[in-house]
């Protein structure tokens, strides 16, 4: 049973298309993220919820908009795509109940042609 | 100055060699310290965390030096399974969850 899962997994697009990634866990924890790592694997935070309520959001583009439906649920919908797009997206849980560590999904690799 | 610094390697060792990882951090009022392990096209996962007094899990041990504002990883009798890039995480906010990665130190043990 897999404590944070990412759907899809791969996602190849063409520029200018509407995009939409999950994530759900089942850790029961308070807090969700949106991480990026591009082609030189730096990781950065884009988003984060705690509880449903947006709580962190970094700089990047309006073109991306995180969604959290309910605790266990946060999406990351991308508009008009661009090639700079492609890149790793992760997704991550966290809170007290981890001792504050971050338990991270498996990752879906966007690559915007 | 980045906020969480470390040396990409990549670090070479033969198995059964001890190797030693540093990161700096820039932000004084950090309060929470990781260290995480990413294989080749995986998630991050968490290694362990690192606490004010050090702490060692098996073979690893990760020491914190608040005063230079750096965090070490050692590993002792590195094994192939090693082989991998570690990640130093800085919380630089109490109260929140925004933690800053560093780019990664890769090592690789050869056999």
């Known amino acids: 049973d897999t404590a944070v899962s990412q759907t899809p997994k791969y996602l190849v697009t063409q520029m200018g298309n509407d995009k939409s990634i999950k994530c759900e866990q089942n850790?029961?924890?308070?807090?969700m993220y949106w991480y990026k790592q591009d082609s030189k694997k730096f990781l950065k935070i884009m988003f984060s919820y705690n509880n449903k309520e947006l709580i962190i959001n970094e700089t990047v583009p309006n073109r991306f908009s995180p969604k959290s439906p309910d605790k266990a649920h946060l999406n990351l919908h991308i508009n008009s795509l661009e090639l700079g797009d492609s890149a790793v997206y992760f997704c991550?849980?966290?809170?007290?109940?981890?001792?504050?560590?971050?338990?991270f999904g498996s990752g879906t690799r966007l690559t915007v042609v | 100055r980045k906020e969480v610094e470390q040396d990409p390697g990549p670090f070479n060792v033969p198995e059964g060699a001890t190797v030693a990882f540093n990161c700096t951090y820039s932000?004084?009022?950090?309060?929470?310290f990781f260290w995480y392990r990413q294989d080749c096209r995986k998630e991050p996962k968490l290694l362990m965390s690192v606490y004010s007094s050090g702490n060692e899990d098996g073979r690893f041990t990760a020491q914190l030096n608040r005063a230079s504002q750096y965090i070490s990883l050692l590993i002792r009798d590195s094994k192939l399974s090693d082989s991998a890039t570690y990640l130093c995480v800085v919380n630089p906010t109490s109260g929140t969850y925004k933690y800053i990665f560093g780019t990664g130190t890769r090592l690789k043990v050869l056999a």
């Open positions: 850790l029961g924890h308070d807090t």
């Open positions: 991550a849980t966290g809170g007290q109940k981890s001792g504050y560590g971050y338990t």
């Open positions: 932000n004084s009022a950090s309060q929470s």
